[in-house]
């Protein structure tokens, strides 16, 4: 089935740092990927639609300032954590569409841990 | 918002079949009925999906009414690893405006040996 890459899988960082996690699709391109992020015992929850070649579309209370989203090719999406928080730990997910199905195709997700 | 309700967790012994329901009564004519599944620290797994027809592929069946209010999700043969939280999703199929996939709350199957 189709692959989607996550990296990195785990990150610790100070707090007021900026942390990028980069997702791929490997054997498809993806023209729309999501960002969820899931604390524990949570469901998922939809951060933004990303685009390519586009602005991402975020949804409501997710702050478009502190949580970059770029998505500049057809297998690749990355969102930048800027200036990360403690409160800002948690695990993010991102999926992406593989146009000749109706299937999401998720990563392994990245678990954040901010100091 | 999520448009589905599941139960919070069921138990299921292992080489059973697991019977996970779903209840969309406010589902559209064009809306598919999806199911995931994540287990632990990992990203959720696709398992099958439907619009009104009973679908079967290698990991599950899917049962839906007559009136898309309701579909249930079923694994034949339960195993351990079939341990997850299952989620029900609704949505449009296709490219269209404001095509999103909201997850609930889903349902935290255990499977006991």
């Known amino acids: 089935g189709a692959v989607v890459s996550q990296h990195p899988s785990w990150v610790i960082c100070k707090s007021g740092t900026s942390v990028k996690i980069e997702c791929r699709s490997l054997?498809?391109?993806?023209?729309?990927m999501f960002w969820y992020r899931q604390f524990p015992k949570q469901s998922l929850m939809l951060m933004a639609t990303?685009?390519?070649?586009?602005?991402?579309?975020?949804e409501q209370g997710v702050e478009k300032d502190k949580f970059l989203i770029n998505h500049a090719s057809l297998t690749l999406s990355t969102l930048t954590v800027t200036s990360a928080h403690p409160e800002d730990s948690s695990f993010y997910i991102c999926?992406?569409?593989?146009?000749?199905?109706?299937?999401?195709?998720f990563g392994s997700g990245t678990q954040l841990s901010v100091l | 918002d999520a448009k589905t309700t599941q139960p919070p967790s069921m138990d299921c012994a292992e080489g059973r079949a697991a019977n996970l329901p779903c209840n969309h009564s406010?589902?559209?004519?064009?809306?598919?009925v999806y199911w995931y599944r994540q287990i632990h620290s990992q990203g959720p797994q696709y398992i099958i999906h439907?619009?009104?027809n009973n679908e079967t592929n290698e990991m599950a069946s899917l049962i839906i009414t007559e009136d898309r209010k309701s579909s249930t999700l079923i694994l034949p043969h339960a195993t351990l690893r079939d341990t997850a939280v299952y989620y029900c999703?609704?949505?449009?199929?296709?490219?269209?405006?404001?095509?999103?996939?909201?997850f609930g709350a889903g349902t935290r199957l255990f499977v006991k040996a």
């Open positions: 990303s685009n390519e070649g586009s602005k991402a579309t975020y």
């Open positions: 406010t589902i559209s004519g064009n809306e598919y």
């Open positions: 439907g619009l009104k």
């Open positions: 999703i609704v949505r449009v199929a296709g490219n269209t405006g404001g095509f999103k996939t909201i």
């Open positions: 054997d498809f391109q993806a023209t729309t």
């Open positions: 999926s992406a569409r593989r146009q000749t199905t109706e299937k999401l195709f």
